[in-house]
């Protein structure tokens, strides 16, 4: 949370509450953190931790730790070394990176650097063929998988943004002073014009580039009627992992599954679209015990500590995925600054493992940990 204080110090308040904000009353974005608090964990005393091993596999890369890069948009828009910098801490610290396709940074260019594993994350367009030139693109950039996001038929109700005048195009009074104290990050946007979404640009028709912004092209491809078997459909253009972010119950886990998804992100998009869904992390252990033979199981959302993860992975996951948990770093200090808060939540993961008496995370089950009496 040090890292969130000097985010909010060190970027105009509108931006700063697109990345920090959710829906309506914000109640799912603080409950995904809050419930790690209805678990305990359990440890089991003179076990032997001399060592402890936190490497894993996942979409069978080798990773250092379960942790993975969570998707998210537009990294430009906290710090001007963008999505380069979490890619380039990602491959120090062995762990998978994901991009959105609303970054700021191209498929090709993110491809490029180093030689750590890739996910890219995409949507299923009304444009079909506009979807599978981003598959293609993908195949030909060597990343290691896809995920698709489904829990975004609309935009939430992210009522900071409507506030803050960030995505209206309406300057609020409140706000102007923030945009005046933050030059730099001005000259970014107007001058540099460091900050337009790059893969939405290069896959826009030119008809559409002269007609639309790129946001409104984006919300102009959003499909409501999107089923199954358009996952279906996603799966025969592509023959590597492939990941459904966005379900929570076990009936849309197994919709997954039967579809050809090799994995799930169980989310709630950060809190930022359907208001009173549960948290991942109370998601987990029902969908671990239907078909944790059938699906790779992320936990996405509310990440926060070493202990965090352990729950998570006690419960039945495979990995959790950090989403904030490195933009406010990103924010607060660049490459530099994720690597940072890697190293934090890494150091946290390995000592809270040696006090849990538990010497590989390979090892974490269900017997180091419960819900608390009463919750």
């Known amino acids: 949370m040090d890292f969130r204080r000097i985010a909010r110090r060190k970027l105009p308040s509108p931006v700063f509450n697109y990345m920090d904000g959710g829906a309506d009353d914000e109640w799912t974005l603080g409950r995904n953190s809050a419930a790690f608090d209805d678990y305990e964990l359990l440890p089991a005393q003179l076990s032997g931790v001399s060592a402890v091993k936190l490497n894993s596999t996942l979409f069978g890369e080798p990773v250092d730790w379960p942790v993975m890069i969570s998707p998210t948009g537009a990294s430009k828009l906290f710090h001007a070394e963008g999505e380069p910098a979490v890619v380039r801490a ?7 990176y994901s991009l959105s396709t609303l970054g700021t940074t191209t498929i090709e260019d993110v491809a490029s650097i180093g030689n750590g594993p890739k996910l890219f994350q995409l949507y299923v367009f009304k444009d079909r063929g506009a979807t599978a030139e981003f598959v293609a693109r993908c195949k030909s950039a060597g990343y290691k998988a896809l995920c698709l996001t489904v829990d975004t038929p609309v935009a939430g109700n992210r009522e900071r943004d409507a506030v803050y005048g960030f995505s209206s195009g309406r300057l609020r009074l409140r706000s102007v002073a923030s945009w005046l104290n933050h030059p730099g990050w001005l000259y970014r946007a107007l001058v540099k014009k460091e900050l337009e979404m790059v893969n939405l640009a290069s896959n826009a028709r030119p008809s559409q580039k002269e007609d639309m912004s790129l946001l409104e ?14 996952v279906e459909w996603l799966r025969s253009l592509w023959d590597g992992p492939l990941v459904i972010k966005g379900v929570q119950t076990v009936a849309d886990c197994r919709n997954a599954a039967n579809a050809g998804a090799t994995a799930v992100m169980l989310s709630n998009h950060g809190g930022r679209q359907l208001e009173s869904t549960p948290a991942a992390v109370d998601c987990i252990a029902d969908v671990a015990d239907a078909l944790h033979d059938q699906l790779e199981i992320i936990c996405d959302g509310g990440v926060r500590r070493g202990t965090h993860i352990i729950k998570a992975l006690a419960l039945g996951a495979n990995a959790c995925s950090i989403g ?3 933009l406010y770093p990103l924010a607060a200090g660049g490459q530099a600054g994720v690597e940072r808060g890697l190293s934090l939540l890494q150091d946290e993961l390995e000592r809270s493992m040696a006090l849990l008496g538990c010497g590989a995370v390979k090892e974490l089950n269900s017997s180091f940990v419960r819900r608390r009496i009463g919750v």
């Not at 990602?90 to 998978?96: N, Y």
């Open 90 to 96: 990602a491959e120090k610290f062995r762990m998978i």
């Open 217 to 230: 092209y984006f919300n102009s491809q959003i499909d409501r009627s999107l089923t199954w078997k358009d």
């Open 324 to 326: 904030r948990g490195y």
